[in-house]
């Protein structure tokens, strides 16, 4: 009696739920972006929330709450109602701060649930124009005949451009003197005027920089070469596999969100994803169009938390 009355239970309440699912979206959705306007993520996300509000017939507002290196927007989010509409811009950081924090208020794995991914997004290894390096290896050399008189300058410790750098120096014994600055933009200018020498930023936030011929690429943290810099070789090509990073952006929503909620989202993710205005824009901007299902972006968030934590840990970083 008492398992029927369960079931019983169960069945009516999927009976209340269903008319809610089947009407979602009804009203306006907010997107979380962990960061302010103007940057890789924020940029990405209005373009593809653009398209997918087309889709699910609905508007969607973008939220930038930025601090405490993500966790302000990713903590508003797991702590939020699971009814869909208040979900995570999520990128990189999901996967970085369970190492770079002692504590977190809320769970990355157990508190989101993964929605899709929309595209990943190499690093690319760039330098001032005045650096005496044409290539990657002539970096490497120039490092190892003066060690530390070469800076590299990065977002702040702990930062995808930060970790970006440390996987490349890992791989490579590249040898210079990491200078912290706050945000991946201010790294990105210092080696511009010349403060720092060398960054390794994601590729959209450096790309106008290097089509200016303000900076020098020199390569792309990827398998392979990207679109937008043809002439630019991947690291897997100079022959370092293991500085191949990549950061990346998708959707997030508190883990309490139905399933057919989150399907509603990942079938609209695909579709807007498939779009050509979207893919050229996603594209010219040196992103790579991915368009991953839930399950399988929730997948790659763990793997890759666990190769972070290598890398933090091998590279001597202290968890706050």
């Known amino acids: 009696m008492k398992r029927a009355s369960k079931l019983l239970l169960a069945v009516a309440a999927a009976c209340v739920c269903s008319p809610a699912i089947a009407a979602y979206p009804d009203k306006p959705i907010h997107w979380v972006v962990p960061y302010p306007p103007g940057g890789t993520t924020d940029v990405i996300a209005r373009n593809v929330a653009q398209a997918m509000a087309e889709l699910l017939g609905t508007s969607i507002v973008i939220d930038n709450k930025a601090g405490a290196g993500g966790q302000i927007a990713m903590n508003a989010v797991a702590k939020a109602d699971g009814d869909g509409y208040t979900l995570l811009v999520s990128d990189a950081s999901l996967a970085t701060a369970p190492s770079l924090y002692k504590t977190l208020p809320f769970d990355p794995i157990k508190d989101l649930s993964a929605a899709a991914l929309f595209v990943t997004v190499p690093h690319i290894v760039v330098v001032n124009p005045k650096v005496p390096a044409k290539n ?3 970096l490497i050399a120039l490092t190892r005949k003066d060690p530390g008189k070469i800076y590299f300058s990065s977002g702040g410790i702990g930062s995808p451009l930060h970790l970006a750098g440390e996987a490349l120096r890992l791989e490579t014994g590249i040898a210079w003197t990491h200078v912290p600055y706050k945000g991946a933009g201010p790294a990105i200018l210092a080696v511009v005027a010349g403060e720092a020498q060398v960054a390794t930023p994601s590729l959209p936030a450096a790309l106008p920089q290097v089509q200016g011929g303000k900076l020098v690429a020199l390569a792309v943290s990827s398998a392979k070469r990207v679109a937008s810099l043809p002439d630019v070789p991947s690291v897997v090509e100079a022959g ?13 929503a508190p883990a309490s ?6 399907e509603k989202l990942e079938s609209a993710a695909t579709q807007a994803m498939k779009g050509a205005d979207l893919r050229k824009r996603m594209q010219d901007q040196g992103a790579d169009i991915v368009a991953q299902s839930g399950v399988a972006y929730g997948k790659l968030v763990g793997e890759e938390a666990a190769r972070w934590k290598a890398v933090v840990q091998a590279s001597g970083i202290k968890p706050e």
């Open 136 to 138: 990657l290896a002539e």
């Open 240 to 252: 370092y596999p293991k500085a191949a990073v990549f950061g990346w952006v998708g959707l997030h």
């Open 257 to 262: 969100t139905p399933k057919a909620v989150l």
